[in-house]
């Protein structure tokens, strides 16, 4: 499999020539920075965002963390920045590069970090990708910096050759939590100075990033960009969410596809829950919250194993061993909810950002 190529540039590179990379290097996405901190903004975010877009490459943006400042006032300065730049289009990627600490707690990163997603994801209805490098979450109390992000595509900084495009036959190593989370890798940027461009692939092919780009906000949701349950409502659907809710605790009506005064008081509470405001539609952060939550919530215990057979007899004069009793069985999830279903619109909303 051909990688899909892509570079990721900021004012350091000047007026940039994309025709010419993209021509040059074969490339499919270009990912450009936009802002950094509370207030400052990159000044050749705007010529790259439009350039990108108009020589037909998939298009990125990336907000480079300071986790010493305000987390709103980030998220504000980012979004901000690509609204003033001509706005964002359902296909755009979207990208927190954390790699300093500007020395705040490993731990107080972390959280820092989750909340700057959440708040990205729930304004933007898109999971964004995490940029960061081994070097910054690996050894001592690392770890605790991306805590909690393992759901969040990656974007992996490893350099193993720094002045050629890496051959497909090799790939990085994925480190926690993403490894755990076994959502892998989504990006690698392998070289940081070629021709002082930073080289990077997708874990796919060209058209498989495209898939990917162009599903991040449109496989499970509706022409507003939410996933189809909102009030008023008849659909299997919204009976698929009263049975979700329900499991979590929120929902106590019947599955009855109907989004109604019950179910409107359970999205609300539920969102109340994650710290949003009140809505009556589910977002796809909500929807990421609830099936995280779900998968988490024991099921009834399985029944107990049966009583295994009698070993084999001894040795002359010893008595046979009995069989070791059968194992209990694993928790499950509660049978009325259609976990089929959780499983592929989990994949819909985890594996989009």
Not at 47 to 73: C, E, M, S
Not at 243 to 264: C, E
Request: negative net charge; contains cysteine.
């Amino acid at each position: 499999m051909a990688y899909a190529r892509g570079i990721d540039i900021s004012h350091h590179q000047g007026t940039f020539d994309w025709a010419r990379a993209k021509s040059q290097h074969a490339l499919t996405f270009g990912i450009a920075k936009a802002s950094e901190g509370q207030g400052w903004r990159d000044g050749q975010f705007k010529r790259n965002w439009q350039q990108i877009k108009a020589n037909g490459l998939v298009r990125g943006a990336y907000h480079f963390a300071r986790p010493a400042g305000d987390v709103t006032a980030n998220v504000d300065n980012f979004l901000g920045a690509i609204k003033d730049a001509g706005g964002l289009e359902p296909d755009d990627l979207l990208v927190l590069d954390i790699e300093v600490t500007d020395s705040v707690a490993s731990a107080d990163i972390g959280a820092w970090c989750r909340r700057w997603c959440e708040l990205v994801a729930e304004r933007t209805n898109r999971l964004p990708i995490v940029y960061t490098g081994y070097w910054f979450i690996e050894g001592a109390d690392r770890p605790a910096r991306a805590q909690g992000l393992g759901n969040y595509p990656l974007w992996i900084a490893y350099w193993p050759s720094r002045d050629v495009w890496w051959p497909a036959t090799q790939t990085p190593r994925v480190p926690e939590p993403w490894l755990s989370a076994r959502t892998g890798w989504l990006m690698w940027q392998h070289s940081d100075s070629n021709n002082a461009l930073d080289l990077d692939v997708f874990n796919g092919s060209p058209s498989e990033l495209r898939a990917f780009a162009d599903n991040q906000t449109t496989t499970t949701t509706g022409d507003d960009g939410m996933l189809p349950c909102k009030y008023g409502d008849r659909s299997e659907a919204v009976e698929y969410w009263q049975r979700v809710l329900a499991q979590l605790g929120y929902y106590k009506g019947s599955y009855d596809g109907i989004y109604g005064d019950g179910m409107k008081s359970a999205v609300d509470a539920y969102r109340k829950t994650l710290g949003l405001g009140t809505d009556t539609r589910v977002s796809p952060y909500v929807a990421m919250k609830a099936h995280q939550a779900l998968f988490s919530v024991p099921g009834p215990k399985g029944d107990k194993g049966e009583k295994g057979d009698p070993g084999f007899p001894g040795s002359p004069g010893r008595d046979g061993i009995d069989g070791i009793d059968g194992r209990d069985g694993r928790d499950g999830i509660d049978g009325k909810t259609p976990t089929k279903i959780a499983v592929a619109l989990v994949g819909d909303v985890i594996e989009t950002a």
